[in-house]
């Protein structure tokens, strides 16, 4: 690891794969608990010779070289670590001679222990597992199987709601253009193409398995095999502690769709839309790849209820996740990671959901098209889809007013290309300053609830990717204590986040971050 490389991790600080030990004293014990955590989670990198705050103080210099023999040996003892594991620590040198043990920790397709303790990595911490559930959800993201392939050999035919299959058919014959094999075959043929029904190769067991269960089976079935399972449906737009309205969906994955989408038609605007001189539901598209998504690629086994919820300014929809990664996902950065690729091929069939990868895309062109902003993708334990809503926005009124009155809206002087309450700019190549003028108004950028401020501080930190509160002072032109006082305040909103301390301290993008400033 180059030393630029170096200073660019500690000024960021800990994370979910960064961890700092001092180890003045030699190796201490949480240094391996730390080891543990990141070869049951994502991996990650540890730096021996820092304190919490990215400050390089450095180990003994004498001992280096037996601490990387000790290390090796605690971590290849099997005594210590189950299994054991092998790493390469490094020792680095900065520029003022302090040396630095760096080990970089691949993530392990085991379930690791240290001292019999198993650790798991949350955001930058080590946590002890101990709870049954917790670590059967462990080895399940470990596993390279899916769960919905669990055979029950005592389901029967008589299990499933056999009613729904006319409907399947018709279904999958119409998204197809009007040929399908499903349609002439019949209702113990199709369950048996669709891979629902199916031998475990590992214990000679056959039967009807988990994904025919979900997508078919009847209710008390279905509660049966998974008695955590519902979908929770909230509106929460004026009673914001409750809800103003809920339906809570505990049926089989294909009426579950039709319900979800009914809640969804309910309470979101059909806004006028047209693509191509025809007129689409941009509602039903977005409504169509989050329920979908949080219907097809959940875990089953695990006892976390999904979601779906309607605010004022967004929905997102929630469900737990065998994750293959932590953090945000964009088009750019997208790898497809099939959770259930039966259910899915099933659900692509019938035409409730395209392709692998697809649907990211489709909500990031159309959420533009209905609120003016993106959505945001959030890869975890639990996987989070949020759309931005504005129920002012119009993308078409946006077109009309500026094919209509080029000029209607100046800002010193110059053409706003119709940037008002109503409708956001259609202009690409539009001025970044004088944007920056027209949308620092909370009321016309849609962003409720920022003041001027905060507003030029967030898109300085969508820009960027972080700032200081020195970065803060000089933007807004403010002393550096009204600086700090502006980055707390929208921590405590949750709409940013610290990291670091002292003078390494750096704010980055929180949970309730506005999904788009620019």
Request: proline share 4%; hydrophobic share 35%.
């Amino acid at each position: 690891m180059d030393l630029q490389t170096l200073k660019s991790i500690l000024t960021i600080g800990e994370t979910v794969a960064v961890e700092f030990k001092r180890c003045g004293n030699g190796i201490e014990s949480d240094t391996y608990e730390s080891v543990c955590s990141f070869l049951n989670r994502f991996g990650g990198d540890l730096f021996m010779g820092v304190l919490d705050d990215g400050t390089i103080v450095g180990v003994p210099e004498n001992s280096a070289a037996d601490m990387v023999k000790n290390f090796i040996s605690v971590v290849s003892n099997p005594a210590l670590f189950s299994p054991t594991i092998y790493l390469s620590p490094k020792i680095i040198m900065d520029e003022e001679g302090h040396k630095i043990i760096h080990v970089h920790v691949p993530p392990s397709a085991e379930v690791h222990s240290y001292k019999k303790v198993i650790y798991d990595r949350v955001d930058d911490s080590d946590v002890k597992v101990t709870a049954t559930s917790a670590i059967a959800q462990m080895y399940i993201r470990k596993q390279n199987i899916y769960t919905e392939k669990k055979i029950y050999p005592y389901a029967q035919i008589t299990d499933l709601r056999l009613d729904l299959l006319p409907r399947v058919r018709q279904m999958a014959v119409n998204h197809a253009g009007g040929v399908h094999p499903w349609k002439d075959l019949s209702d113990e043929e199709l369950l048996k193409s669709a891979g629902l029904y199916g031998t475990d190769m590992a214990t000679g067991e056959s039967g009807y398995n988990l994904a025919a269960i979900m997508l078919l089976g009847k209710d008390d079935v279905i509660l049966n095999v998974c008695p955590a399972y519902l979908t929770d449906a909230l509106l929460r737009k004026v009673n914001v502690d409750r809800y103003d309205d809920r339906e809570i969906v505990r049926t089989n994955l294909i009426e579950s769709y039709d319900r979800l989408m009914e809640f969804a038609r309910k309470h979101l605007l059909d806004k006028f839309f047209l693509e191509d001189d025809a007129r689409v539901s941009l509602r039903n598209i977005l409504a169509r790849e989050m329920i979908s998504n949080v219907l097809m690629h959940r875990e089953f086994t695990s006892p976390y209820m999904a979601k779906f919820v309607i605010e004022k300014d967004r929905m997102y929809v929630k469900n737990a996740n065998r994750a293959a990664g932590d953090g945000f996902i964009t088009p750019d950065n997208l790898e497809p990671n099939p959770k259930n690729p039966i259910i899915a091929s099933f659900f692509r069939n019938i035409g409730l959901a395209d392709t692998l990868g697809s649907g990211t895309r489709k909500l990031y062109k159309y959420s533009k098209y209905y609120s003016g902003r993106n959505p945001k993708f959030r890869e975890g334990d639990v996987f989070q889809i949020i759309v931005p809503l504005d129920d002012a926005y119009s993308f078409d009124y946006n077109l009309e007013k500026t094919d209509s009155d080029n000029t209607s809206l100046t800002i010193d002087g110059s053409p706003a290309n119709a940037v008002g309450k109503n409708c956001a700019s259609a202009n690409p190549e539009l001025d970044s300053k004088m944007e920056l003028k027209i949308r620092n108004n909370p009321e016309q950028s849609g962003t409720s609830g920022l003041t001027d401020q905060e507003f030029i501080v967030l898109q300085y930190i969508q820009q960027n990717g972080r700032c200081t509160a020195s970065d803060t002072a000089t933007l807004l032109g403010v002393s550096s204590r009204r600086a700090r006082t502006i980055l707390s305040l929208l921590i405590k909103r949750d709409i940013l986040k610290k990291r670091g301390n002292a003078r390494n301290t750096i704010y980055i993008q929180g949970e309730k971050f506005p999904l788009e400033l620019d």
